[in-house]
C-alpha cells in the first residue's frame, strides 16, 4: 500500500519531523495539508508553512498551506473545511503539533504550562475530533500521534511534570479513542523515537548542540511513520511504536543511514528504557 491520493492532515508541518512525514507522503503522491503556525521567517526556527509546501510539491506531492493554532478551535475547523474543500476529504491525521518545556515544578511558570498542554493535549484533541467525521468516509483512515509509550514511571514525569503530562496527555487519547472507535475502522496509534532526533526543538528549546549532533535525523521518524498509515487501519490501533522497531518490521537492518554521525552513540530519548531490546546493531546509551 502506498499513499497515493491519500490525503494528510499534519500539525506542525513546516519544519522537523512534521515536515519529514509530509515528504515521505509527497514521494507517494500524496495531498499534504502543512498546517502550523509559522507563516513569515522565524530569526532562530527554519522553515515556513510556503517553504515546507514548496518542497512537498517538489518532492511529488500536492500541498495545502495553511495558517493553523491548534489551540483555537475556530482556526482548526476552518484548516478542516480548507482541506476537504481542496482535497475531497481527510485520511489520515497526524497530531504532530508539540511544546516542550524541560523544567521542575517550580521553574515551570503558568503561560509556559498552558502553552503545552493546550498543544499538545488538548490540541491532539481538538485536531482529532475535527478530523473524525472525515476520516469515517475514508477507505483506510489513520490518526497518528506523536507521542510516549504508555509505560508510566514515576522517574519519567519527576524531572519534567508539566511537559511530561501534557506529552501523555497525548497517549491517552489515543488509547481512549482507539477503543472509543475500534467498531468504525478508524486505527489511533502513538509513535515515539527510541533516540533523540535532531529537530529544532533539540537545539534551540533544549539548546544542546551536542545532544542535536548525535541525534538521529527526523527521515527515520518519517520512514516509521508511512509504514504504521500504511497497514490496515483495523488490524492496527491502540499501539504504541517506537520508530526503530517499526521498521525494523519492515526490514531495515541498517540504522546508521539515519544517525547524524554514524560512529557516534546515540542518546536515549526520554520515556524510552535504555536497557530495553533494540534492533540488532543499534547501540543507545542514557541521556
Known amino acids: 500500500m502506498t499513499l497515493k491520493d491519500k490525503t494528510l492532515f499534519i500539525t506542525g508541518a513546516s519544519r522537523g519531523i512534521g515536515l519529514a512525514i509530509g515528504l515521505r507522503a509527497a514521494r507517494d503522491g500524496a495531498n499534504v495539508v502543512v498546517a502550523a503556525k509559522t507563516e513569515k521567517p522565524h530569526p532562530k526556527l527554519p522553515g515556513t508553512i510556503h517553504t515546507a509546501a514548496e518542497q512537498i510539491e517538489s518532492a ?7 495558517v493553523v493554532d491548534v489551540r483555537d478551535e475556530a482556526s482548526v475547523r476552518a484548516a478542516v473545511d480548507a482541506a476537504v474543500d481542496r482535497f475531497g ?12 518545556s524541560l523544567t521542575g ?6 503561560k509556559r504550562y498552558d502553552l503545552m498542554h493546550q498543544i499538545n493535549a488538548r490540541g491532539t484533541f481538538l485536531v482529532t475530533r475535527q478530523c473524525i467525521p472525515h476520516l469515517r468516509k475514508s477507505v483506510n483512515p489513520h490518526v497518528l500521534a506523536l507521542c510516549p509509550p504508555l509505560e508510566l514511571r514515576p522517574q519519567w514525569f519527576a524531572p519534567y511534570p508539566a511537559y511530561t503530562v501534557a506529552k501523555f496527555g497525548m497517549s491517552l487519547y489515543m488509547m481512549a479513542m482507539a477503543a472509543e472507535f475500534q467498531h468504525e475502522g478508524i486505527a489511533f496509534n502513538g509513535l515515539w523515537p527510541r533516540t533523540t532526533i535532531a ?8 539548546g544542546n548542540g551536542e545532544l542535536f549532533d548525535h541525534s538521529r535525523r527526523p527521515e527515520i521518524m518519517a520512514d516509521a511513520a508511512h509504514a504504521i498509515v500504511c497497514r490496515p487501519a483495523r488490524a492496527c490501533t491502540g499501539r504504541f ?4 522497531e517499526v521498521l525494523w518490521a519492515e526490514g531495515v537492518t541498517d540504522f546508521r543511514q539515519y544517525a547524524c554521525d554514524p560512529s557516534a552513540e546515540l542518546p536515549v530519548d526520554l520515556f524510552v528504557d535504555p536497557t530495553a531490546p533494540a534492533p540488532p546493531g543499534v547501540r543507545v546509551a542514557p541521556r
Open 60 to 66: 511529488g506531492g500536492h500541498a495545502l498551506p495553511l
Open 89 to 100: 476529504g481527510i485520511d489520515i491525521c497526524v497530531n504532530n503539533a508539540s511544546a516542550i
Open 105 to 110: 515544578t517550580l521553574q515551570t511558570d503558568m
Open 199 to 206: 529537530t529544532s526543538a533539540v537545539k534551540f528549546a533544549i
Open 241 to 244: 511504536f517506537l520508530d526503530d
